[in-house]
């Protein structure tokens, strides 16, 4: 085994495009394109899939990235919550009621 020029005899490299993680490193910044969330650490883009992974993965820096990325979320009238749980219809319906009469 041949050591690095720091001592070290590990050589660290950026994760694959395509890889699925669970958690993301504890210092990346959440950057906004297109209206949808990246998350970016060191040099590498993650994206949230929800479906049938409920993991982050590795994604290539979208297009255009460059010039029109924010770290700040896009205004929106509406909040969009959604279940945690796998609440049935009727009960999301009984939710929303609720959260309408609060906005009055």
Do not use: C
Not at 8 to 24: D, E, K, N, Q, Y
Not at 25 to 32: K, S
Not at 65 to 75: D, F, L, R, V, W
């Amino acid at each position: 085994m041949s050591v690095l020029a720091g001592g070290s005899p590990w050589i660290v490299t950026g994760a694959p495009v395509g890889v699925f993680v669970p958690v993301l490193p504890p210092f990346y910044t959440t950057v906004w394109y297109g209206g949808m969330p990246y998350y970016h650490a060191k040099d590498t883009y993650y994206a949230w899939k929800h479906r049938p992974e409920h993991q982050y993965q590795v994604v290539d820096s979208p297009a255009g990235m460059e010039s029109g990325a924010t770290t700040s979320a896009p205004q929106s009238a509406k909040l969009f919550i959604h279940p945690k749980n796998g609440q049935s219809s009727a009960q999301r319906s009984t939710d929303q009621y609720g959260v309408l009469l609060k906005d009055g």
